[in-house]
């Protein structure tokens, strides 16, 4: 075999972050396919089979080239997630241990010990995400997900404004849409001015309450270094962070948390409870914000897959104001500055502007009532509701 391989095609020479940020311009910001490939220079059909999830083994914008694949299998790969969290929550607590401080690891022995001692637990293939809202958004994944509010809501009574949910967005310098113009009938083409032609994401970090109240903004640059021109015009509390590709990560994410406890207050007598989307779970999975969140007396609950544009308030009623409103505040930008393009140090601005419009109390109020989580609600859905995962039920039949 050789050590070397030269690539013989150029398939799949684009580049990965421009792939990324097209899929979460097409997932987020609803931009056709077409639009979304030529803003970022990556191709359509690759573009739309990775939204759709309709590759076998490659993923969001994941590589995959030739007929040989990882060494190891995904079994494996988590097994080894469980030897390292292990090892961490050993030396987290200072607990005495034989595990390989060179590796950072537990043993193999010890998984097998430690699913011999937990016949319950077993490593599971996750369900395929192809269709994934349709099949996501099913009676038994909602049921579970009130019957675990449920459990929490009795056990400590939290009150609207102790109950809040986060997410995020992202931001483009270059707005993802227009808003709709006259024009005379029969033009088959009305144009609008943007910024460029390909834009800078950065991220937006969200979070209300079911009282009606808004944690204030935390937002993520795609640079380096933090400067000062960045933060002007932002909603007073903001905070900021600079990641190189822009988005939220491990270590950005509990630097946000700190920013949500300072503000949110949590204490043994008035605890709080924070709902996350499902795309967060990857970013609570160290031992770092698991200590911080029982330190600090918050009770995290994670969404089910591919449930959010149904069971998370901010999507269903805090999103779609504030995008109008961000590209509002970004064609008044561009109207009122000829000439000029939108860049990172406008972000602040637009976002404040768009922010404390779509930001009002009924609409955290609504968001949550209308998820059936406060008031609690478990039959805020019908039957009817669950139709599209039905559908997608497809028997196996023996052949």
């Not at 150029?10 to 421009?18: G, Y």
């Not at 910001?29 to 590759?55: C, G, I, Q, S």
């Not at 050993?90 to 193999?108: L, Q, R, V």
Request: net charge positive; charged share 25%; proline share 6%.
């Amino acid at each position: 075999m050789p050590s070397h391989y030269k690539r013989k095609t150029d398939q799949q020479s684009w580049d990965l972050e421009s792939m990324k940020q097209a899929i979460l311009a097409v997932k987020r910001e609803k931009m056709p396919f077409a639009t979304a490939a030529k803003r970022f220079n990556v191709p359509r059909n690759t573009l739309k089979r990775r939204v759709l999830d309709k590759n076998v083994y490659a993923v969001e914008s994941k590589k995959v080239l030739g007929k040989y694949r990882n060494v190891f299998s995904e079994e494996q790969r988590r097994k080894n997630e469980l030897r390292c969290a292990a090892y961490s929550l050993a030396e987290k607590n200072k607990i005495p241990h034989t595990f390989n401080h060179e590796k950072k690891m537990a043993g193999k022995d010890w998984v097998a010990g430690f699913k011999k001692r937990h016949p319950s637990i077993s490593l599971r293939t996750p369900e395929a995400t192809s269709l994934a809202r349709a099949q996501g958004f099913n009676k038994v994944n909602v049921c579970k997900f009130f019957d675990i509010l449920k459990t929490v809501l009795d056990n400590h009574s939290f009150p609207a404004h102790r109950i809040y949910n986060c997410d995020e967005t992202g931001l483009l310098t270059v707005q993802s849409r227009s808003t709709k113009v006259f024009a005379l009938k029969g033009r088959r083409q009305v144009g609008a001015i943007t910024s460029a032609d390909r834009g800078l994401l950065s991220t937006f970090e969200v979070c209300m309450s079911a009282g009606g109240t808004f944690i204030p903004p935390f937002i993520i640059f795609p640079r380096k270094n933090m400067k000062a021109e960045l933060t002007d015009g932002a909603p007073p509390g903001s905070e900021f962070a600079c990641t190189q590709s822009g988005w939220m990560q491990a270590d950005i994410f509990l630097k946000w948390f700190e920013h949500f406890l300072n503000h949110s207050k949590p204490s043994a007598e008035s605890p709080v409870l924070l709902i996350l989307d499902w795309h967060h779970a990857t970013h609570t999975k160290n031992i770092d914000f698991i200590n911080m969140a029982r330190e600090n007396h918050t009770t995290v609950i994670c969404l089910p897959p591919h449930c959010s544009h149904k069971l998370q308030p901010l999507d269903v009623s805090f999103m779609a104001p504030f995008k109008a409103y961000y590209i509002q505040e970004c064609e008044k930008f561009l109207r009122n500055n000829p000439g000029r393009a939108i860049t990172q140090f406008q972000i602040s601005r637009l976002l404040g502007e768009s922010f404390l419009r779509a930001a009002v109390p009924s609409t955290a109020i609504n968001g949550f009532r209308k998820c059936g989580i406060f008031p609690f609600n478990s039959d805020v859905y019908h039957d009817y509701d669950f139709l599209p995962a039905d559908v997608t039920d497809i028997p196996n039949y023996g052949r």
